[in-house]
């Protein structure tokens, strides 16, 4: 089932083109990578999709709760049909605790208001307590249950990086979006990485997309690429199709990448 559609997608910004004509479809419940150097247009394709930017032309349609285009929306609003995003520099609340900073992702499925707040209504207290029960439950599926009461600044890089998706994960997505979700990461955390967003993928039936340098991660990943080039699709289709596609091995994977990789 499609669950994305972009179509003609362009964004200018004076008279740099930064995404020029993308035409891309993402099927539900796979795991889809963008690749491509820096500058190649990866992050404000991004930032379209969640509505950071509007697009100069062209249309972005999720097919979620019901068809959502961004140009219609703002990105608080995302959040409300389903798409939560990381991004590639890490935004926690560094004074903030582990279980707050994951908390925070859940403001979006709060069903009380401020009376039953102020007031200290039943519905508030059962409110507070089931967004407990979710962080405390996200917490330990990442490992980080020992640490809810550390302040984000405290932990680890690969720690702040899975604070940072479970607190996407507490909105509830159905789309989520990873930007550069290893960066900075070494190799047994980026192991650990790769197994943790193929099982959160299936455990809560995500989509994913994501975008990402570490080639392994990608290709061991990924059900579908999408390799972008000066804000061109320059190539798309499976991680071997990718591998063996002599354009995207001369320009961004390097002519020995496909002779490593077997």
Request: proline share 3%.
């Amino acid at each position: 089932m499609e669950l994305l559609n972009v179509s003609k997608l362009s964004k200018d910004f004076g008279g740099v083109k930064a995404v020029q004509d993308i035409d891309i479809t993402i099927q539900e419940n796979e795991i889809t990578g963008i690749i491509g150097p820096n500058g190649a247009g990866k992050t404000t394709f991004f930032n379209l999709l969640t509505g950071l930017y509007a697009p100069s032309s062209g249309e972005i349609t999720y097919h979620l709760r019901k068809d959502v285009r961004t140009r219609q929306l703002k990105p608080r609003k995302m959040s409300r049909y389903g798409v939560a995003r990381t991004f590639q520099n890490i935004r926690l609340f560094k004074e903030m605790s582990v279980f707050d900073n994951v908390l925070i992702g859940n403001h979006c499925n709060m069903t009380y208001g401020v009376i039953p707040s102020v007031l200290r209504l039943p519905s508030y207290f059962s409110g507070e307590r089931e967004a407990s029960e979710k962080v405390t439950e996200l917490l330990r599926i990442f490992n980080l249950l020992d640490k809810k009461e550390e302040k984000a600044r405290n932990l680890s890089y690969g720690d702040q990086r899975k604070v940072e998706i479970a607190r996407a994960l507490a909105a509830n997505p159905r789309v989520l979006l990873l930007d550069e979700p290893a960066a900075g990461m070494n190799p047994n955390e980026t192991n650990e990485l790769t197994r943790l967003i193929r099982w959160v993928k299936d455990e809560f039936k995500l989509t994913v997309i994501l975008i990402e340098h570490d080639m392994s991660l990608v290709m061991k990943l990924c059900d579908k690429i999408f390799v972008f080039d000066y804000g061109h699709l320059i190539a798309e289709g499976s991680p071997e199709s990718i591998q063996n596609n002599e354009r995207v091995i001369k320009a961004y994977l390097g002519g020995d990448y496909v002779a490593q990789a077997e």
